[in-house]
């Protein structure tokens, strides 16, 4: 069998491994396809991703969708054969934060493709892989696998949204066009927000951005006064940059939400926390999912309208292409490896 396997910063293998027979309560899935995050990118370009570092090599990828090759002992899942999509997380049970319902910051989560732990959680980037049978969801008949692997980052901006609270009728700014930006502007589409606008650097992400239900979107860049002096009820901050936090904090109305949903760069960054003060916003985390992922497969078999955000499929074998062209966001939202081609 062979994997996409990250060695150190740009060091990025195709190479052969021997995947593990399911143990007991385990099912091992064929991978028909695998979507590539911006977390791999960054273990790709910079072995690292915020403070988890790529210490030994590791399998990348978590958003994986296939079908059941194998039931291990005792294991009660979806018969082999049927197509389904991979839970990433497994996490502890037992902490404080899974009694509370909060199992998404469980500090004992083992999650496929992370270097947060050592020995690293090994991902599902591979044509085989075998999880917990708690991991695995069975997939409606109608639904495509290809549309399936969004589910994943669906689930996240699905957390994102309900991390901002109730937005029905409500103006919303989102920063950053990727795909989780724009998986956050079809769900706040579908959750009936009034007005969504998406900011962006570029114009390639925000036609995508369009596609999925943004009512405006503005170049971040842009020298109109109108675009940096709009106010917004909510603002959900997907870039992950700096600035992108600062345009978030400057455009939400007094008494109003932020939510941070793209992870910053590693150490301080600067915050602007005068007009935090003055206007009472409120400030939010948000990180990865938990049941939401359920709710995502049960929207993608609907008209849910986020097929624009997957414009890239290559083989495995050409993984390096891959990551290559992913980086690149004038070209490319989701890209993914299509495994069904190796």
Same mark, same amino acid.
């Given at each position: 069998m062979r994997a996409c396997v990250i060695h150190k910063a740009g060091d990025l293998r195709v190479e052969e491994f021997t995947p593990s027979a399911p143990g007991p309560g385990e099912t091992a899935v064929t991978v028909a396809y695998g979507g590539i995050c911006g977390s791999d990118l960054h273990y790709y370009r910079h072995g690292r991703v915020g403070d988890f570092t790529v210490r030994e090599p590791m399998v990348l990828g978590h958003e994986i969708v296939g079908r059941v090759a194998a039931l291990g002992p005792g294991a009660e899942g979806p018969a082999v054969g049927t197509p389904v999509a991979v839970h990433p997380a497994t996490p502890c049970d037992q902490c404080a934060e899974c009694g509370a319902g909060r199992r998404n910051v469980c500090a004992g989560t083992r999650y496929l493709g992370s270097?947060?732990?050592?020995?690293?959680?090994?991902?599902?980037?591979?044509?085989?892989?075998?999880v917990p049978e708690a991991q695995i969801r069975a997939l409606p008949p109608e639904l495509d696998l290809r549309r399936a692997v969004l589910a994943e980052p669906?689930?996240?901006?699905?957390?994102?949204?309900?991390?901002?609270?109730?937005?029905?009728?409500?103006?919303?700014?989102?920063?950053?066009?990727?795909?989780?930006?724009?998986?956050?502007?079809?769900?706040?589409?579908?959750? &009936? !927000?009034?007005?969504? =606008?998406?900011? +962006?650097?570029? /114009?390639?992400?925000? %036609?995508? $951005?369009?596609?999925? &239900? !943004?009512?405006?979107? =503005?170049?971040? +860049?842009?020298? /109109?006064?109108?675009? %940096?002096? $709009?106010?917004?009820d909510i603002a959900v901050e997907a870039s992950g940059a700096p600035a992108g936090l600062r345009t978030c904090v400057e455009r939400t109305r007094r008494g109003g939400t932020v939510v941070q949903l793209g992870l910053l760069p590693p150490g301080e960054v600067p915050l602007l926390g005068n007009i935090a003060v003055t206007r009472e916003l409120e400030l939010r985390g948000a990180f990865r999912f938990d049941t939401e992922f359920d709710e995502a497969i049960e929207l993608l078999a609907g008209p849910l309208p986020v097929d624009a955000v997957v414009t890239h499929a290559y083989p495995l074998a050409e993984a390096r292409a891959a990551f290559d062209i992913a980086h690149d966001r004038a070209l490319a939202s989701k890209v993914l490896l299509d495994l069904t081609r190796d």
């Open positions: 270097a947060a732990r050592t020995p690293h959680v090994q991902g599902g980037f591979a044509q085989h892989v075998t669906l689930s996240v901006a699905l957390h994102a949204v309900r991390r901002a609270g109730d937005v029905r009728g409500r103006r919303v700014l989102v920063t950053g066009a990727g795909p989780i930006g724009c998986l956050v502007t079809a769900v706040l589409h579908h959750r &009936g !927000a009034a007005e969504i =606008v998406v900011s +962006d650097l570029l /114009d390639a992400p925000l %036609r995508i $951005a369009r596609a999925c &239900g !943004a009512t405006g979107t =503005v170049r971040a +860049d842009s020298p /109109d006064p109108a675009a %940096r002096t $709009a106010s917004y």
